[in-house]
């Protein structure tokens, strides 16, 4: 019998099982994969992940970005400069595995190799069937991922806004890897409602395909990654390329993420953003908030978990909507506004504030609003000047 059982050691389930053993909450944190296991993922941190995550994560940064890099095909190619670094590039299989060793020396029982097959939720507990055993607990955290078991046997599995994205680990000549240190790449006129990035590692590069806001529509990600990598001059003389795939549960909708005696965190609760498809922040964040609740539900035997659920809405859902509406404007016509992007250093701030969670998105589109007339004013007054 357990306090609390925690499935999936992703940056949510690791990151609540962390929390939760800490306090001396009876934990067992299960994973179905034998650990350390390959997470399809980009693997960009964005600076932000640190205010939510104290641990140091640092053995497994692969790169530290300063810098971004912004295109659309050939017509439009441009840097962003930043003050300092925005994020980190990691790798999953470490950074996951890093993290569930933390959740351990914190006192958490950690199995790999522990497929849960079967979940049942009732008014005196939850039981989990994994390797033909029972185990009893608590409280059910389901950080199990897009797909996971624990939201459809909860009956939390509602109609979702999921989106695809594939990527390929590319081995590349050294001069070819050197060439995207330090920056992150993103191409938005690789894929329609979506980009393609480049993410640079220690020894290769991640490149990936994703479409983020239409998320419904019907597209071959690996015709479009293929035709992307054939494109991309740098991507030539790969030495080894290795292709995985993943759903994107997209956030910005009102959705149940919990029930009596169960959480949903991170893309098991649908929390990835739906403009940029950055998703580890709000798994790490929604993991440390469920981990809260839950004390809070051990000590007063108040197992609801509604005020869980409006505090992911305040935190999440509703800027989400905010993101949505951007990116229905922004990949509908990404040519027109990356060309003000590229003169704005009003959007670059943003950018980067963003990236540290200084600023929301419903603030950056206020903002944006209203300094509009005075950045066009200046802009014709320029080229009257000029010409
Ligand atoms: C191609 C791609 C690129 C991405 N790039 C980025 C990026 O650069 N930056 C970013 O912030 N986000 C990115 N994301 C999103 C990010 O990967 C996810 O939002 C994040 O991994 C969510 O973490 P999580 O802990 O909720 O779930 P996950 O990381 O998916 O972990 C869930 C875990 O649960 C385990 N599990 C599932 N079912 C069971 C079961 N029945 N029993 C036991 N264990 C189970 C799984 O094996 C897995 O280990 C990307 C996503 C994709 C698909």
Same mark, same amino acid.
């Given at each position: ?35 350390? %296991? ?121 109609? %979702? ?227």
């Amino acid at each position: 019998m357990f306090d609390v059982i925690v499935v999936g050691t992703g940056p949510s389930g690791t990151t609540a099982a962390r929390h939760l053993a800490r306090a001396g909450v009876k934990t067992l944190l299960l994973e179905k994969e034998k650990l350390p %296991r390959y997470k399809p993922c980009g693997g960009g941190v964005t600076a932000k992940v640190k205010n939510v995550l104290d641990i140091d994560f640092s053995p497994t940064i692969e790169d530290t970005i300063a810098r971004a890099s912004v295109a659309f095909r050939d017509e439009i190619r441009f840097p962003v400069e930043f003050d300092g670094p925005v994020g980190w590039s990691v790798m999953r299989d470490k950074f996951d595995m890093l993290l569930a060793n933390e959740a351990a020396k914190a006192g958490a029982q950690v199995r790999d190799a522990s497929n849960v097959k079967r979940v049942e939720i009732d008014d005196d507990g939850v039981r989990v069937q994994v390797n033909g055993d029972e185990i009893r607990a608590q409280v059910l955290v389901g950080a199990d991922g897009a797909n996971g078991l624990v939201a459809r046997a909860a009956g939390l599995h509602a109609e %979702r806004n999921l989106a695809a994205a594939l990527e390929a680990e590319m081995e590349l000549p050294n001069d070819a890897v050197e060439h995207w240190r330090g920056v992150w790449h993103l191409d938005f006129g690789a894929v329609p409602y979506g980009y393609a990035w480049i993410f640079p590692k220690a020894e290769h590069v991640s490149v990936g395909v994703g479409a983020f806001v239409r998320a419904n529509q019907k597209l071959n990600l690996r015709e479009l990654l293929k035709q992307y990598i054939s494109g991309e001059p740098t991507l030539h003389h790969a030495k080894h390329v290795a292709y995985h795939g993943h759903t994107l549960p997209l956030g910005g909708t009102l959705r149940a993420v919990s029930k009596q005696r169960v959480v949903l965190v991170g893309d098991a609760a649908n929390l990835v953003d739906p403009f940029s498809g950055e998703g580890i922040y709000a798994a790490v964040k929604s993991g440390g908030l469920a981990a809260a609740h839950i004390l809070r539900g051990l000590v007063t035997g108040n197992f609801d978990f509604s005020e869980y659920m409006t505090q992911i809405q305040n935190e999440f859902t509703r800027d989400y909507g905010y993101a949505q509406k951007l990116g229905a404007v922004f990949y509908r016509a990404p040519v027109t506004l990356l060309k003000i992007y590229q003169q704005s250093d009003l959007l670059r701030r943003f950018t980067q504030e963003i990236a540290h969670a200084d600023m929301d998105y419903h603030t950056v589109i206020g903002k944006s609003l209203r300094q509009a007339p005075r950045f066009f004013l200046s802009k014709a007054i320029q080229k009257i000047r000029g010409g």
